[in-house]
């Protein structure tokens, strides 16, 4: 069965630092990998995917992603973080088995410190 | 274009009573799923349905049911509801089900609360 791991349950970071927020997956085909951002109340946004191709995705708001297979990783990165990026993140696994379920892994909050 | 929208954002019930969400997807899009998603198990895929038929369904119990209608738009439905129920529902649309380079988007979500 397919899983998400993001180890880190919360992350601290100054404004203007850069940012890594970690992805593991399991699956056993080429993924389909998402990166979402929830704030407060929110539904979910769109941040990146990844499907087939350029292994380094480049998404909205200045953040991007890198897919390497033999790691099982998707990293999301930001060189420089903005106080607007405070919110938790959650890295996605699609099934290629048809249909559109999302597999989520358990989301990283992002502090950003003034 | 519109984005996905979710009826009502608020709902407060009892144990035992059922309840009724309403997702309307962006215009064109034919599947939508659900999520329910809360602090201790997260993100969790409930159901999906795409061109008025049930495509995918996770592990939740009969208790929760769904239908999609010739428009697209969804309800789910919870019967019996428990204290465990309490969540965010989340609705997502996408045009295709499960095509690749298909993306879903999320609508604001329904808070339930159960008391």
């Known amino acids: 069965a397919q899983s998400v791991t993001q180890p880190d349950i919360h992350i601290t970071v100054s404004e203007g630092a850069s940012l890594e927020l970690r992805c593991n997956y399991s699956?056993?085909?080429?993924?389909?990998l998402f990166w979402y951002v929830q704030s407060p109340g929110q539904g979910l946004q769109l941040l990146l995917k990844?499907?087939?191709?350029?292994?380094l995705v480049q998404g909205i708001k200045g953040f991007e992603a890198e897919f390497k297979r033999s790691q099982s990783s998707f990293n999301l990165r930001k060189p420089s973080v903005h106080w607007s990026d405070a919110a938790e993140y959650f890295c996605a696994v699609g099934s290629t088995g048809g249909g559109n379920k999302l597999t989520f892994g358990t989301g990283t909050q992002l502090k950003v410190e003034l | 274009k519109a984005g996905v929208t979710q009826t009502p954002r608020y709902l407060i019930k009892t144990r035992g009573q059922q309840v009724t969400l309403s997702c309307s997807p962006i215009?064109?899009?034919?599947?939508v799923s659900w999520y329910q998603q809360t602090p201790g198990q997260g993100l969790q895929f409930l159901f999906e349905?795409?061109?008025?038929?049930?495509?995918n369904k996770g592990n939740f119990p009969g208790r929760f049911s769904g239908r999609q209608f010739s428009n697209s738009r969804s309800e789910m439905n919870v019967s019996t509801l428990e204290l465990g129920d309490s969540a965010l529902y989340l609705c997502?649309?996408?045009?295709?089900?499960?095509?690749?380079?298909?993306?879903?988007?999320f609508g604001p979500g329904t808070r339930l609360t159960v008391l």
């Open positions: 990844y499907f087939s191709g350029d292994t």
């Open positions: 997502a649309s996408s045009f295709n089900s499960g095509a690749r380079g298909d993306t879903q988007y």
């Open positions: 349905y795409f061109s008025e038929t049930q495509r």
């Open positions: 699956y056993g085909a080429t993924p389909y």
């Open positions: 215009s064109g899009h034919r599947s």
